[in-house]
């Protein structure tokens, strides 16, 4: 894998920059959907094609309990599992151990953890993670990490940056020869933790370097120091990620500060809840007043996946139970993100900053 | 709308039709997908393009309790409503009034019902349905007829018999300019009552007519006879409606019996309780051998629709609890459906009908 800047915000530190893989480019800054069990939720592979998206993110908790490593491996891994022929990111499956299992217990040397599926115990370490994402065959796999939750205390955070930090060679010294592993920076919303941290985690030789520990629950008036304090810290010539984030605004915020890579479960989570992003902010196709909206719900945000329903028979769909209904606004919000990342993409060279900000800024 | 007889089967009864109504033509034998709530489940109208369907189903009933036929009617009809651009037959209503809702008093006049929504008191009458389907602005409309349950007395399908007679002419009075109006015959699985019902029905002036009352619980053996005996009954140069049948060897059967139009919820029902068509048999896709089946469940039966994906993937988004899974194998057996159609419609002029019968003999 390699990374190549291409150009640069400006007014801003935004920049735009291509990844290649063995599965081909991505153009950053991109946006990764989410597809936790090896399919983002109501939408195939052809979908996230003619959507654009050339990088989509798994979940190696879920894939390793269900249908299990073992099981993709012998197939030929996830990409031929899923019959998804871009690139694919998977997570380390610590954050899920940490959020989902019904018990787990962390040690210096790894997590045992209940699964959520069968309450079966299972070990997971740096190696083991590496391992099991080798498996997987992705094009990028990210360090076993230990996320802090919001809130904690200072002590908490800095212990969970320490074994981050004990980890994070472990990472590395597993990888399989040509697996790309990014690393991971924690540290919470404490300046001098993300400090220590960036610095540490900068000086290994991972491919990539991600934003840990966000979007756990912190306001975004918390959120938004620690991405413009954090991404700087970051060596400049390899991909920067910010992990789970988020709304439009959030993601804008994040590339002004450098960020190149995203991934957020809210465009196809808030699609199945009657969310649709649109430019005039974000709509509940539930209410009353779409009942005879007989056009799109925002005439601004027509894409080619949706264009030809109209908001009252989408409400209608999702008022009468039907799954076409969750699909349709799943591809109304992941076009709405393409097409964001695709302006941003756009924005960064031309020095139009500020109206791709005004642009948004509803949304 | 018109009806044109092309071919004949030189071995059977079948026939080969073209109808052709305001929305374009549709080749006979035909199977309509249910759309029952203006939605073929899990599905697109893009979708049921792809597949080739020229004509679908939905019902009467669940769009005029919601979002209501006025809605519809204001919005400029069903097809608009879903963006469907060709053929829609709908049903009368008369089916669902009896088996969904809670509490239904028949009288000579019309059904008062109480909705299956909100208990809310309704009124059906045949002037009353036909009118909600020239609301919804559909190519077929079919008559209000009182449709028995099966088991019932000679006499409990007598008297439904009776009632559908009676209401035949105020449908037929009751339609608008350039609507067409199928009757439906009754008589349960008492040949002298279909007799006497063929009889009657035909002799109205009907746009097609339709053979009711089957598929609502009798086994097969009792099924088969009575499409025998209805179908050469009806007129020759109108088209034949088998209503809500049923498995491919039963269009098979019925085809060869004469019959020109199907509707059934078999295919997308079964798909979304993991049950796939297939030339060598229904397939349970949750089935422990499908684990590591890198390949279509089926080589016999693959589709363009679904082609990319292996087995063992529809197996796991089944396990997973994954909407991709029943939205794949609904597409999946639509596609079977529209092939099993369209060699029907290639069979029947050349005179290869025993090779079609032993083709789908274990689907």
Same mark, same amino acid.
């Not at 894998?1 to 153009?27: I, K, N, Q, W, Y």
């Not at 012998?74 to 019904?102: A, C, P």
């Not at 040397?109 to 069968?118: A, C, I, P, W």
């Not at 007989?294 to 264009?307: G, I, L, Y």
């Given at each position: 894998?390699?990374?190549?800047?291409?150009?640069?915000?400006?007014?801003? =530190?935004? =920049?735009?920059?291509?990844?290649?893989?063995?599965?081909?480019?991505?153009?950053?800054?991109?946006?990764?959907?989410?597809?936790?069990?090896?399919?983002?939720?109501?939408?195939? @592979?052809?979908?996230?094609?003619?959507?654009?998206?050339?990088?989509?993110?798994?979940?190696?908790?879920?894939?390793?309990?269900?249908?299990?490593?073992?099981?993709?491996? =012998?197939?030929?891994?996830?990409?031929?599992?899923? !019959?998804?022929?871009?690139?694919?990111?998977?997570?380390?499956?610590?954050?899920?151990?940490?959020?989902? $299992?019904?018990?787990?217990?962390?040690? !210096? !040397?790894?997590?045992?953890?209940? @699964?959520?599926?069968?309450?079966?115990?299972?070990?997971? $370490?740096?190696?083991?993670?590496?391992? *099991?994402?080798?498996?997987?065959?992705?094009?990028?796999?990210?360090?076993?990490?230990?996320?802090?939750?919001?809130?904690?205390?200072?002590?908490?955070?800095?212990?969970?940056?320490?074994?981050?930090?004990?980890?994070?060679?472990? /990472?590395?010294?597993?990888?399989?020869? +040509?697996?790309?592993?990014?690393?991971?920076?924690?540290?919470?919303?404490?300046?001098? %933790?993300?400090?220590? @941290?960036?610095?540490? *985690?900068?000086? &290994?030789?991972?491919?990539?370097?991600?934003?840990? #520990?966000? $979007?756990?629950?912190?306001?975004?008036?918390?959120?938004?120091?620690?991405?413009?304090?954090?991404?700087?810290? %970051?060596?400049?010539?390899?991909?920067?990620?910010?992990?789970?984030? #988020?709304?439009?605004?959030?993601?804008?915020?994040?590339?002004?500060? #450098?960020?190149?890579?995203?991934?957020?479960?809210?465009?196809?989570?808030?699609?199945?809840?009657?969310?649709?992003?649109?430019?005039?902010?974000?709509?509940?196709?539930?209410?009353?007043?779409?009942?005879?909206? /007989?056009?799109?719900?925002?005439?601004?945000?027509?894409?080619?996946?949706?264009?030809?329903?109209?908001?009252?028979? *989408? =409400?209608?769909?999702?008022?009468?139970?039907?799954?076409? +209904?969750?699909?349709?606004?799943? %591809?109304?919000?992941?076009?709405?993100?393409?097409?964001?990342?695709?302006? *941003?993409?756009?924005?960064?060279?031309?020095?139009?900053?500020?109206? &791709?900000?005004?642009?948004?800024?509803?949304?």
């Amino acid at each position: 894998m390699h990374f190549d800047l291409l150009d640069s915000c400006p007014t801003t =530190r935004a =920049r735009r920059g291509r990844l290649t893989t063995a599965h081909g480019t991505v153009e950053t800054p991109c946006f990764m959907p989410v597809g936790t069990q090896g399919t983002v939720k109501t939408v195939g @592979s052809e979908d996230l094609e003619a959507l654009g998206f050339e990088l989509i993110l798994s979940n190696t908790y879920h894939l390793s309990l269900r249908p299990g490593a073992d099981l993709i491996e =012998r197939i030929g891994g996830l990409h031929e599992f899923m !019959d998804w022929k871009r690139s694919i990111l998977t997570d380390s499956g610590g954050y899920q151990v940490m959020s989902l $299992s019904d018990r787990n217990k962390v040690t !210096d !040397d790894g997590v045992t953890f209940k @699964s959520h599926l069968d309450g079966s115990q299972i070990y997971l $370490s740096p190696e083991k993670s590496i391992e *099991i994402q080798a498996q997987l065959g992705v094009d990028i796999s990210m360090m076993l990490d230990q996320c802090p939750p919001y809130p904690c205390t200072q002590e908490k955070a800095q212990e969970a940056m320490r074994r981050t930090h004990l980890w994070a060679p472990r /990472n590395l010294k597993a990888r399989r020869e +040509g697996q790309a592993v990014f690393g991971i920076v924690q540290g919470g919303v404490h300046e001098d %933790l993300r400090h220590e @941290s960036a610095s540490f *985690i900068s000086g &290994l030789p991972f491919d990539g370097f991600a934003i840990g #520990g966000v $979007s756990v629950g912190e306001p975004t008036e918390m959120q938004y120091p620690v991405v413009e304090f954090t991404a700087p810290l %970051l060596p400049h010539d390899k991909p920067r990620y910010l992990m789970g984030v #988020g709304h439009p605004r959030d993601i804008i915020h994040a590339v002004a500060c #450098g960020v190149d890579m995203f991934d957020c479960v809210l465009p196809t989570r808030m699609a199945r809840h009657h969310c649709l992003y649109t430019l005039q902010g974000r709509i509940n196709a539930n209410n009353q007043k779409w009942a005879e909206h /007989n056009d799109p719900f925002d005439p601004d945000s027509v894409f080619p996946a949706t264009e030809r329903y109209s908001a009252a028979y *989408i =409400r209608h769909l999702f008022k009468a139970k039907e799954p076409l +209904g969750a699909r349709l606004a799943t %591809l109304h919000n992941l076009a709405f993100y393409a097409r964001l990342m695709a302006e *941003i993409r756009e924005a960064i060279p031309s020095g139009t900053w500020a109206a &791709l900000e005004a642009r948004y800024a509803s949304a």
